[in-house]
């Protein structure tokens, strides 16, 4: 079963508040990637990873790219 990043720090023990402060982030910003609404830097799931105790690889980390038009040589 999956789990969200809220449901996997509630079981772990942590607030938002705790978590933010050991990430040296805002409270608002922790929010916003337990919501969905921001995207977690890898640094910070490096991070979130070894204080929850669970693996990278069980992040799914949505990236987004930008792609600009590449020319092709004529």
Avoid at 32 to 58: C, F, H, M, W
């Amino acid at each position: 079963m999956n789990k969200t990043l809220a449901e996997v720090r509630t079981e772990s023990g942590y607030t938002q508040e705790e978590m933010s402060k050991a990430l040296g982030i805002g409270i608002s910003t922790y929010n916003q990637y337990e919501t969905g609404a921001r995207n977690i830097p890898v640094d910070k799931v490096k991070r979130i990873s070894n204080i929850l105790n669970i693996e990278e690889k069980d992040f799914f980390v949505p990236l987004k790219f930008t792609l600009s038009k590449i020319k092709k040589d004529e």
